[in-house]
């Protein structure tokens, strides 16, 4: 059974940073592409970045040379460094394996002054 769970998540200042984590369990981890995704109220879920079984990386242009998208393929766990946090980067935050529908149940990360 697919499980998914994130953590790390909470309050920022603008500028600030965090660190996200995903730790999957109940699948091949390392063989499938992995992806955080946001979504604020009233709002679809909104993709932010993906990393391929090779490491290969994509990111939302919106987030792009401020968040990093990790895996440990050792640890089942997925990363996601935030930094230069903006206010409009409040959301909960998803993990997800592209190839299996199931979702976490997020993590929220609010920037505030």
């Known amino acids: 059974q697919v499980q998914l769970v994130e953590s790390g998540g909470g309050l920022a200042q603008p500028g600030g940073s965090l660190r996200l984590s995903c730790a999957a369990s109940?699948?091949?981890?390392?063989?499938?592409?992995m992806g955080w995704y946001r979504q604020t109220p009233g709002n679809q879920r909104e993709f932010v970045a993906t990393?391929?079984?090779?490491?290969?990386?994509n990111y939302a242009d919106s987030v792009k040379g401020r968040f990093t998208i990790s895996r440990d393929n050792a640890k089942n766990t997925m990363y996601l460094q935030m930094s230069s946090l903006k206010p409009e980067d409040t959301a909960v935050y998803y993990c997800?394996?592209?190839?299996?529908?199931?979702w976490g149940q997020g993590t929220q990360v609010t920037v505030s002054s």
């Open positions: 997800k394996c592209l190839s299996n529908p199931v």
């Open positions: 109940g699948f091949a981890f390392s063989r499938y592409t």
């Open positions: 990393i391929g079984n090779q490491g290969n990386t």
